[in-house]
């Protein structure tokens, strides 16, 4: 052979050598996909950053799971009555709590009690004179979930909420949508308290409330509600206990709130959630 093809073959396998190494260093960088959510469908959870007041449901509910091995199944909660449609406050904070109790089924992985509460989360859309809008995106999340597409269900729910407050504030119905917001997070609060609860070895309980941002920003949000509407007997316990959180909260020492905060913050979010919610 002679000396040049002989240094020809020599570079084209050292080029293919360094041609492989090169693509196992770039598999090596590329993450693993995460999971659809933490509980019983994901298994693991995907990294879940400072919760603030920017967080998503569905990232709130996941960082619950990385907390405290929440049973998400245990936590579901009868449903819904009939919405009155003279009750418009109490109908929109009842829609928030079914909102969140979706993305509590779809924590679960369970496709009927998700589709159960989407058929509630019409009723009382229909009530506040949703339901034409919202409709076709809630019967298309209820047949994603049906076929187990729960990858495809995550940005429906963020979606979903958004359609439902966006509407509201178009109907110039702004009290209505701030309490759609309200309800579901006191719902999500309902639900991570009962979580931490339940479980003796949880780690950062925090998440009981998510942050002082995330409940700073609740109660900001309690305060754009008209006057009207904050004297309301039953809206205006939700003032009430934003206050007595906002007081007790930032005494926690080391990020560690005490077995005495945490079950007087269980009482009080279940105390506003059964004063709105219909039944």
């Known amino acids: 052979m002679k ?36 509980g019983e469908i994901g298994g693991k959870p995907p990294e879940v950053g400072e919760i603030g007041n920017h967080t998503l449901p569905a990232d709130f509910l ?14 579901y909660r009868e449903a819904a009555a009939a919405a009155p449609p003279t009750e418009r406050l109490k109908v929109a904070f009842t829609l928030g709590g079914l909102l969140a109790d979706s993305h509590l089924a779809f924590q679960a992985g369970d496709a009927q009690q998700f589709k159960n509460i989407n058929q509630d989360v019409l009723r ?14 809630v019967m298309s999340e209820s047949k994603m979930a049906e076929g187990q597409e729960w990858v495809a269900v995550r940005p429906m729910l963020h979606e979903k ?5 966006k509407l509201l504030g178009e109907q110039r119905d702004e009290d209505q949508a701030t ?16 979580a931490v609860i339940s479980d003796v070895e949880a780690k950062d309980r925090m998440v009981c409330i998510g942050s002082m941002e995330l409940l ?3 109660a900001l949000r309690y305060e754009t509600l008209s006057e009207k509407a904050r004297e309301d ?40 959630n059964e004063k709105l919610t219909l039944k």
Do not use: H
């Open 62 to 75: 996941d960082r619950v799971s990385l907390e405290a091995k929440a049973r998400w199944r245990s936590l």
């Open 161 to 165: 909420r958004t359609l439902v407050e």
């Open 124 to 137: 009382y859309c229909s009530a506040l004179g949703l339901a034409d809008k919202v409709t076709p995106l």
């Open 216 to 218: 700073d920003s609740l």
């Open 233 to 272: 007997e039953s809206v205006a316990v939700i003032g009430k206990i934003f206050g007595q959180l906002l007081r007790k909260w930032p005494l926690v020492v080391d990020g560690k709130p005490t077995d005495e905060l945490v079950g007087f913050t269980a009482e009080k979010v279940k105390s506003v």
């Open 3 to 38: 000396l040049s093809s002989f240094l020809i073959i020599t570079a084209l396998a050292f080029g293919l050598v360094l041609e492989s190494l090169g693509a196992q260093a770039v598999l090596k960088e590329i993450p693993e996909p995460a999971s659809v959510s933490g």
């Open 179 to 194: 309490l759609v917001n309200l309800g579901m997070w006191f719902r999500l609060f309902e639900i991570s308290t009962d």
